[in-house]
């Protein structure tokens, strides 16, 4: 809990400079952003718990269901500032955006899928849905994969720091195809 709370500092910090700050819009824009670049962290770091632990011996799973929530809700509030602050919820700004930025699809379509995963991410849901679990929260491949595929289309132009996110993330699926290390 420590760990999850530590970790939201950054939101509180972002949220308090687009209410006290003095330029609301500008703030919500850059923070929109950032939150989003947070929730694709926290998605590639809960990626790289088993592989950590499988090559490196490195146990780390107790961190991976927080790094998957905190994941959610960084995306979550990205959401909520584009279509509430951002957009104000306008059905034709929103029409346009979906229609003619292939990026928003990407991204709520990702934002879905954490979605799924958080909200059965408690042991109550693990329990009653046994081995269906394992199945659905296999979608946090396609997650990455979408999250991915939103920062790179997010820019207009070639932009280096989304290409390396997006490596980030096909090594971070790559090394789960890999055979385990021998025993010496």
Same mark, same amino acid.
């Given at each position: 809990?420590? *760990? ?11 949220? +308090? ?13 850059? +923070?929109?952003?950032? *939150? ?18 499988? *090559? ?25 500032? =584009? ?57 946090? =491949? ?20 989304? *290409?390396? =996110? ?19």
């Amino acid at each position: 809990m420590l *760990f999850y709370a530590l970790f939201m500092v950054p939101l509180g910090i972002g949220l +308090q400079e687009i209410w006290c700050g003095p330029d609301h819009g500008h703030a919500a824009v850059v +923070q929109e952003h950032q *939150f989003g670049l947070y929730a694709f962290r926290f998605l590639l770091f809960s990626l790289l718990v088993s592989p950590l632990r499988r *090559f490196i011996g490195v146990d780390c799973m107790v961190y991976r269901r927080p790094l998957g929530l905190l994941a959610f809700t960084y995306a979550f509030v990205h959401a909520a500032l =584009y279509f509430g602050w951002i957009t104000r919820m306008d059905p034709e700004r929103l029409q346009h955006d979906f229609v003619t930025r292939p990026l928003f699809v990407f991204g709520t379509l990702a934002l879905l899928f954490l979605s799924m995963l958080a909200a059965t991410s408690t042991r109550g849901a693990i329990r009653r849905m046994g081995c269906r679990w394992v199945r659905l929260h296999r979608l946090v =491949y396609v997650a990455a994969v979408l999250a991915s595929v939103h920062f790179c289309l997010a820019f207009r132009t070639w932009h280096l720091e989304a *290409f390396i =996110y997006a490596g980030c993330t096909m090594g971070a699926l790559a090394v789960r195809r890999l055979p385990p290390r021998r025993a010496a």
